[in-house]
Structures are given as structure tokens and as C-alpha cells.
T-cell receptor, first 111, second 119 residues
Framework: DAKTTQPPSMDCAEGRAANLPCNHSTISGNEYVYWYRQIHSQGPQYIIHGLKNNETNEMASLIITEDRKSSTLILPHATLRDTAVYYCIVRVRMGNTPLVFGKGTRLSVIA | GAVVSQHPSRVICKSGTSVKIECRSLDFQATTMFWYRQFPKQSLMLMATSNEGSKATYEQGVEKDKFLINHASLTLSTLTVTSAHPEDSSFYIC???????????????FGSGTRLTVV
């Protein structure tokens, strides 16, 4: 799995968009970008994933650069409940191997 | 969507005793489950991969005789911490692979975690 780099922490004002970057310069052609988050003392929660096109669901949007070397997770209107550690993971979609977590970004949404 | 139920959510035990943590896939069959450990302010660290009907595969540095994993059915995997010591105090999380939920959950669903405190 390709390595990812994320800033250790970010702050965001409540109601504003939170933009979380992830660098994955060694990503391979068959690897997807996954985002999970972990709210304090809970198990990780899936947010979104994509290959090369931008994706949007009810939780967030995922913007992947054309060269696929970086991506941004966007929470359009952050709330206090979005305070969590966000993990960007790059891996092939199929397969039975476990998810490997880096250090992630600790997002603090401030009132 | 796929749900993984993990119990107990919190347990306190005395040093030297054993503790069992259960992880159940409620609406799908999980041939493979994964166990993670998380210390305060750190990321999730994979401990072992559990395959139904076969022996678990442990990550380097994880004592297989101390952390017993049993995956006897397609919906249940258990982690038993034997002869627990204070340094085993941690947050333990299970995860199940559900390829059928790839579009909804990325194919991996996590339990809610178990906070183990050994006193």
C-alpha cells in the first residue's frame, strides 16, 4: 500500500468547510484513496473512497488531483460532532488484507 | 449497512486474570476479521488477522500465547487476553471484511471498541 502524509492537526470553525489534505505521491494505478474517521473512544467510521474521479456522498466530498498524488477530504459544513481523527488510506480495492492506519489528522471543530 | 457488534465496551480486571472480547458480524458472514490495539493518542496498530476455521496470523511482536484469537464461526471472533497485566491496558478494536459492502463502507466495518483497564 502506498504511504500517505497528513498534517497532524487542524482546526475548523463550526459551520465552515473543513478541508483535510493527504499526500500519496507513490500511489499506484490500481490503488484507491479511502477516508475513515475515529471519534474519541469509538471504532473507525468509513467516510468515502475514490479512484480518480471526485466523489461526493452525504458525509463529505473527495477531491483527487489529476495526477492522483494528493487528495482533499471536504466536510462542507463542519459541526462539533465532526471533531475526530481523520485517516487517509491508500490501497487496492479488492483483497483480504487489513487496513493499515497512519497517524491521521486530528480535526478540532471550534464553536 | 454491515454492522459489527463488539462486547464488552469497557472492562476492568485484576492483574493476572483473563479477559475475553467478542466481535460479531450481525448481518453478514465475515470469513476474515482483524484485531487492533490502540494506546492513548496513538493510531490503531494491527495485532492479528483472524480467519474462520484456521489459526490466526499475528503481527510481529504480538504474543500469540497471550492474545488468544478464536474464529470458530462465520459471525464470531473472540480475543482473549490471558494473564493480563497493567501494560495490556488499551483500547481493542475489531474489524470485519465485507466485500459486499464495498460501495457503502469501503468493505471494512469496525466494532465500537473495548476499553480494557488492568488494575
Amino acid at each position: 500500500d502506498a504511504k500517505t502524509t497528513q498534517p497532524p492537526s487542524m482546526d475548523c470553525a463550526e459551520g465552515r468547510a473543513a478541508n483535510l489534505p493527504c499526500n500519496h505521491s507513490t500511489i499506484s494505478g490500481n490503488e484507491y484513496v479511502y477516508w475513515y474517521r475515529q471519534i474519541h473512544s469509538q471504532g473507525p467510521q468509513y467516510i468515502i473512497h475514490g479512484l480518480k474521479n471526485n466523489e461526493t456522498n452525504e458525509m463529505a466530498s473527495l477531491i483527487i488531483t489529476e495526477d492522483r498524488k494528493s487528495s482533499t477530504l471536504i466536510l462542507p459544513h463542519a459541526t462539533l460532532r465532526d471533531t475526530a481523527v481523520y485517516y487517509c488510506i491508500v490501497r487496492v480495492r479488492m483483497g483480504n488484507t487489513p487496513l493499515v492506519f497512519g497517524k491521521g489528522t486530528r480535526l478540532s471543530v471550534i464553536a | 449497512g454491515a454492522v459489527v457488534s463488539q462486547h464488552p465496551s469497557r472492562v476492568i480486571c485484576k492483574s493476572g486474570t483473563s479477559v475475553k472480547i467478542e466481535c460479531r458480524s450481525l448481518d453478514f458472514q465475515a470469513t476474515t476479521m482483524f484485531w487492533y490495539r490502540q494506546f492513548p493518542k496513538q493510531s490503531l496498530m494491527l495485532m492479528a488477522t483472524s480467519n474462520e476455521g484456521s489459526k490466526a496470523t499475528y503481527e510481529q511482536g504480538v504474543e500469540k500465547d497471550k492474545f488468544l484469537i478464536n474464529h470458530a464461526s462465520l459471525t464470531l471472533s473472540t480475543l482473549t487476553v490471558t494473564s493480563a497485566h497493567p501494560e495490556d491496558s488499551s483500547f481493542y478494536i475489531c474489524s470485519a471484511r465485507d466485500p459486499g459492502q464495498g460501495a457503502l463502507s469501503g468493505g471494512y466495518t469496525f466494532g465500537s471498541g473495548t476499553r480494557l483497564t488492568v488494575v
